[in-house]
């Protein structure tokens, strides 16, 4: 601390403290509007823009069912999912073959149970003896092939299983970042939501082949098998035996539809708790100083209690399901012996042809028994597959034409900005006609403040200049061409914006800067760090370029965060540059530095600025003072001022 005392005391002194208040008047600045109004914008921007403010994670909306989903899903398809892992063939056929193998050893090992039990009634001892070890021997046997088998099988279906995950999340991320803006306003859709459907469904696939699909092979063969083997030894004792099987399985059937309706409600109940989690997470400060800790835990444990009550009903179903299906088990096994007794009696069979029927479809039932235990998950995938494809089939509503892809290759933008009668609501709130008949005009090179009442609309303007959203009427054209024909990645590529909050993603220093430019030189970097006043503090830093920014840059100051995105922007050499309010979260001091480096970056671009502060655009080419969604004025500050309209008097309110 290098000075302290009251204000006049200080201002006396002529210290840091006076030369502070003195540019603090310099950039005198905050209109009395702006002193009120910040807090209200920043929460409406935030909930509208990153849906992370305190106010969206208090707000009971979040707990309220989220609208239903404009497209139904399309009806599961495993066939498509299993296409998906086409290109792991090989070991898809490794594990199937594995896994049929591995089913024929269970009644292979039933039947070697029930001939050894036999071998004990063998009236001579040497026979016993030599039948004994005969069966042991397969037992070793059985033993060995197992190992193997189920190596192969497990290690097949990871191994597609794993593939599939990667290949999954790879294709959802790449498909979500290619929506338009507006499906991310959706409640549904927020970060919190997307991060739960990204890591669970793409894991659930994985557990769907590797466990479940495996498993399926397996008991199908087992059964198949087992049935062959059981008819082969006593026809008529085994005949009766399947007869009574589908006793069992409609009892896991009954269980499994009561199951699969309830699903769907259970996976949308976590993952709206999950989102909440993720977004207190996720804010924890503003949480922790909002002292609404208390408030984020109720919500919480409120969202809990629906997943809650399902898994409280389902356990329910699920005890009384497996219950009577094991009564009913034991009541067939009586059936069983009852009938094997009566033809050994009328001499039919023999008591070992029993013994070994009896355990080859018993072990049959245990197998179905598991098989069907798995039902509720396959009903959950299924969900789960539905909702993926629901996202890799959807198509984002702002697309580049394919033809414009062609044309654009190799040719220069100028930078010219027309919107011409743009009509505009946000579709996440059709009942506010945000832009009304907006015109403005923008010529290539020149700069253009807008001014305007916050919620005015100024940020609108922007985000469609970045196609983030279309116009619903007028047109917004692009050096004369209209941006809907323009092929929007080679559109965006001559595009840089410089916000309010500064993004910054967790990595180094550099790699920050970089991704303004993915191929740039190490050069570029610092010329580029250089001109946006940055070089200074970065290279002061104990490890430079190198230091990591933390997640979300929390390591970094607000001032280093923005001038590290204006070296970002830099780089990228843009024809359009966009500043919405870039220098409004910072202090005066590092105000300054931005301004600078920003008043160097705008030469010779086409540049919109947004901004508060009037002292930051009084030299730009031209101001377009916006009103409820219109230019109500147009012209040079000193044009605007003179004129002694509107501009004029937001100019004296942020004068006195
Ligand atoms: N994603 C969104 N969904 C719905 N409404 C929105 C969205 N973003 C902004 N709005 C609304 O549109 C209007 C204009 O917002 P905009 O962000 O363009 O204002 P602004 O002029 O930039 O204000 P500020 O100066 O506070 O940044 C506001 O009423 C706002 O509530
Ligand atoms: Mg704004």
Redesign the pocket.
């Given at each position: 601390m290098s000075e302290l005392g009251a204000h006049n005391e200080l201002m006396e002194k002529d210290g840091q403290y006076a030369r502070l208040e003195k540019l603090q008047r310099q950039f005198s600045s905050i209109d009395q509007e702006q002193s009120v109004?910040p807090r209200i914008?920043?929460v409406?921007?935030s909930s509208?823009?990153m849906r992370s403010s305190p106010a969206e994670i208090a707000s009971p909306l979040l707990i309220e069912d989220s609208p239903t989903q404009a497209s139904p899903h399309p009806p599961p398809s495993f066939s498509r999912l299993l296409s998906l892992n086409l290109p792991e063939w090989k070991q898809g056929i490794m594990g199937i073959l594995s896994a049929i193998a591995f089913g024929s050893v269970q009644p292979v090992y039933a039947l070697t149970i029930g001939g050894m039990i036999s071998a004990f009634y063998l009236p001579s001892h040497e026979e016993m003896q030599s039948r004994i070890q005969k069966y042991c021997m397969i037992f070793i046997i059985l033993c060995l092939v197992s190992v193997v088998l189920n190596l192969f099988q497990h290690y097949n279906f990871a191994y597609m299983g794993e593939y599939l995950t990667r290949r999954i999340r790879l294709q959802m991320l790449e498909k979500i970042l290619s929506f338009e803006?507006?499906w991310f306003?959706e409640e549904h859709n927020s970060s919190g939501a997307l991060c739960c459907r990204l890591s669970s469904e793409a894991a659930m696939v994985k557990s769907l082949i590797a466990d479940r699909v495996s498993l399926l092979v397996q008991s199908t063969s087992a059964v198949t098998v087992a049935m062959v083997m059981g008819l082969v030894v006593a026809w008529k004792l085994a005949l009766v035996m399947i007869i009574v099987q589908p006793l069992t399985i409609l009892c896991f059937y009954t269980r499994k539809v009561l199951l699969s309706t309830m699903t769907a409600k259970f996976v949308k109940a976590q993952c709206r708790s999950t989102q909440i989690a993720v977004e207190a997470v996720y804010n924890h400060r503003i949480v922790t100083s909002f002292g609404s800790i208390n408030k984020v835990l109720d919500i919480f444990d409120e969202a809990q209690d629906e997943p809650r009550n399902e898994a409280r009903k389902k356990s329910w179903l699920a005890g009384i399901g497996i219950g009577s299906a094991q009564g009913l088990t034991f009541i067939c096994w009586a059936l069983d012996f009852w009938y094997g007794g009566k033809l050994v009696n009328a001499g039919e069979i023999s008591a070992a042809d029993v013994f070994k029927t009896f355990f080859i479809l018993v072990s049959t039932g245990k197998v179905i028994a598991e098989a069907g235990s798995m039902t509720s998950d396959l009903a959950k995938g299924s969900t789960v597959v539905a909702s993926i494809f629901s996202i890799l089939d959807r198509k984002s509503l702002i697309q580049g034409s394919d033809e414009a892809k062609n044309s654009s290759i190799g040719t220069k933008m100028t930078g010219r900005i027309e919107m011409k009668k743009v009509d505009f609501t946000?579709?996440?709130?059709p009942d506010?006609l945000?832009l009304h008949e907006f015109s403005l005009e923008v010529k290539a090179g020149t700069s253009i403040g807008l001014v305007?009442?916050?919620?005015?609309?100024?940020?609108?303007?922007?985000?469609l200049i970045q196609r983030f959203y279309d116009a619903d009427k007028g047109s917004l054209k692009i050096d004369g061409v209209d941006i809907r024909l323009l092929d929007i990645g080679w559109y965006r590529r001559h595009m840089a914006l410089v916000s309010?909050e500064p993004v910054i993603y967790s990595g180094t220093i550099r790699e920050n800067i970089l991704f303004g430019k993915l191929n740039a030189s190490e050069n570029e970097v610092v010329e580029a760090a250089r001109a946006a006043n940055a070089h200074e503090f970065i290279s002061s830093l104990k490890n430079g370029y190198e230091t990591e920014c933390g997640d979300r840059g929390a390591t970094i100051s607000g001032g280093q965060r923005q001038r590290i995105v204006i070296a970002r922007a830099i780089i990228r050499n843009p024809t359009i540059l966009l500043l919405?309010?870039a220098t409004s979260a910072l202090d005066v001091q590092s105000e300054q530095l931005v301004q600078t480096a920003l008043d160097q970056l705008m030469v010779g671009r086409t540049t919109v600025v947004?901004a508060?502060r009037l002292n930051t655009i009084w030299n730009l080419d031209s101001i377009a003072f916006?009103s409820e969604g219109k230019v109500l004025e147009k012209g040079t500050y000193v044009h605007l001022k003179n004129k002694r309209g509107a501009f004029f008097n937001l100019v004296n309110l942020q004068s006195t």
């Open positions: 109004e914008s920043s409406t921007r509208a823009g803006a507006a306003d946000y579709p996440g709130r506010r945000v305007g009442k916050s919620g005015c609309g100024k940020s609108t303007v922007i985000a309010q919405d309010e947004v508060h916006i």
